[in-house]
DNA sequence: AAACGAATTAAACAAACGTTTGATTCGTTT
DNA sequence: AAACGAATCAAACGTTTGTTTAATTCGTTT
C-alpha cells in the first residue's frame, strides 16, 4: 500500500470499505483517512462517490468480460469453454474479492445511472453467451434456456462462495478446514456441467493442494 | 397498503426501500413519509434503524429455514427432496423478493451485530443441508462436498434471478418474452440436479403456462 | 368521569454527510 | 530564476443523518 500512487490508494481502499461497509454505508472521510489521502483529492482525481464507484464497477466488468472473451469464443467443445471459463472467472473473482463483492452488492439497487452502467456491461456479457453458449446448447441438447436465466446463475454460481464467507467462516467448525479456491472450481465445474447428482469422477475427489493440507494436520 | 398497522407500513416500506437503495442508503425520514408515519415511530416501534434491518434478516430467514426443513428432512430420494425445496424455495423468493434483495445485498457486510444474525441462521440451515444432503450424496456418489459449499452454492443459484433482475429487464430485448418462475424453477432443478450438458427431457420443456403465452402472441 | 398506558406528534439534538473553495506546495518547463 | 499547471491542503459550505425529548392525543379500564 505503500507504494501505491495517491488516486492508487484511493481506488484500493474504496474497493476494500465498500465491499465492507457497503457503498452508501462508507464515508469519504473515512476513507481519506484509510486511503491516507487528503478528502478533497477524492472528489479531485474522481469527480464524485458515485463517479468512483462507476470506475469501481467498470474496472470489474471489464476484465470479467474480457474472461468471458478468452475462453468462451472459439470452436472448442461446450465443456472445455465452460469448465475453462468458470476456471479462470473464479481465479478472477478470488483475486479481486472485494471488487466482486461490492458489484453484486450494488446490483439490485436501482439508481439510474448505475443502472444504465451495468446493463451495458450485462448486454455484451448477454450477446457472448447467446451466441456462444445458449445457441450451440440449444443444437446438442435441444435444452432451450435464455441468456437472461443462464447468464445470472452462472455468474451467482461463481460467486456464491465469495458472497457467503463472512458469513460462512463463523458457520463452519474449527474441525472443518476451509475449501480451497481449486477444489471449490472443481465443485462448481461438476455441478454446473453434471449435475449434483451424477456419479463422481475423479476429478471430483480432494485436489492435490487439499490433500497436502489434510496430510500435515493429520500428522 | 391502506388497511395496514402503522407498524406493517413501516415494515413493508423499509423492505421495499431498502431492496431499492439498499440499507444504508435509504434515509429514515424517506421511509417515514412513505410509510405515511411519523419519524419517531420507527424508533418507538423497533427501536433502531439496524433493529429494523435485523428483524426483516429474521422475518426472511425464518421462513427460509421453514422451507428447508419441510421439504429436505425425510425419507424421499435425494432427487425429490431438492426438487421440492428448491421449487418451494424458488416460489418463496418470488413472493418475498424484495425481503430476499435486502438479505443478500448485507450478506457480504460485516457490522458485527448483523454478522451474528446471519451467522446463526447459517449454522441452522448448515445442519440440515449436511444431514440430509450432503452425507446422502457421500453415499450414493462418493461425492463429498461440504455444505460451506453446497449452502451458497443453491441458495445463490436460487436467487440469481431476482438479484439480475432490474438489469436484465434491460438486456433483455424488447422480442424475448421473460421466463415465467415456473420454468426458471424447472431450469434450476434440471441444471441443478442433472447438469447443463445433460440431454433435454420433458420436464425441461417449456411449460404448459409458457407455451399458452407463446400461442396466444403468434396468434 | 377519572385515570391510565399506549400511540402519535412536532421539534430539536449533535454528528456526519458529500462537495467546494481558495491558498499553498511541488516538479517541470521556459 | 521565473512561470506554469498539477497536486495537496485546511477549512468551511449547507444538508441530511439517526436518535431523543417532552407534550399531546387516543382508546380502554377503573
Known amino acids: 500500500m505503500e507504494s ?12 476494500l470499505l465498500f465491499a465492507r461497509q457497503g457503498f452508501a454505508g462508507t464515508g469519504l472521510r473515512e476513507l481519506a483517512v484509510k486511503a ?9 482525481f474522481f469527480g464524485s ?7 469501481i464497477l467498470d474496472g470489474f466488468f471489464e476484465e470479467y ?14 465443456n472445455t469453454k ?6 479462470s472467472a ?23 445511472e448505475i443502472i444504465e452502467h451495468k446493463s451495458n456491461w450485462g448486454r455484451q456479457m448477454a450477446r457472448i453467451l ?22 445470472p446463475m452462472l455468474t451467482s454460481l461463481m460467486a456464491s462462495r465469495f458472497l457467503f464467507s463472512p458469513m460462512m467462516e463463523r458457520v463452519g467448525g474449527d474441525a472443518e478446514n476451509p475449501v480451497s479456491v481449486e477444489s471449490y472450481t472443481e465443485i462448481l465445474v461438476a455441478v454446473f456441467l453434471q449435475g ?3 456419479q463422481g469422477q475423479k476429478r471430483l475427489n480432494p485436489s492435490l493442494s487439499d490433500k497436502l493440507v489434510e496430510r500435515s494436520k493429520t500428522r
Chains 1, 2 share one sequence.
Not at 4 to 15: D, M, N
Not at 36 to 44: F, H
Not at 49 to 55: P, S
Not at 90 to 106: D, G
Request: aromatic share 6%; net charge neutral.
Open 196 to 198: 449434483l447428482l451424477a
Open 4 to 15: 501505491l500512487s495517491p488516486k492508487e490508494r484511493i481506488y484500493t481502499t474504496a474497493v
Open 49 to 55: 462517490k458515485k463517479g468512483l464507484l462507476k470506475e
Open 65 to 78: 468480460l474480457h474472461i468471458a472473451r478468452k475462453e468462451l469464443i472459439g470452436d472448442a467443445s461446450l
Open 90 to 112: 473464479v481465479r478472477y473473482f478470488a483475486s479481486e474479492q472485494n471488487s466482486l463483492l461490492v458489484t453484486i452488492a450494488e446490483l439490485p439497487h436501482d439508481d439510474p
Open 130 to 151: 447467446s451466441r456462444e453458449v445458449c445457441e450451440p446448447l440449444a443444437v446438442e441438447t435441444g435444452k432451450k434456456i435464455p441468456v437472461t436465466c443462464l447468464g
Open 36 to 44: 491516507e489521502v487528503n478528502l478533497a483529492m477524492i472528489s479531485y
Open 82 to 87: 465452460l469448465s475453462r471459463f468458470i476456471s
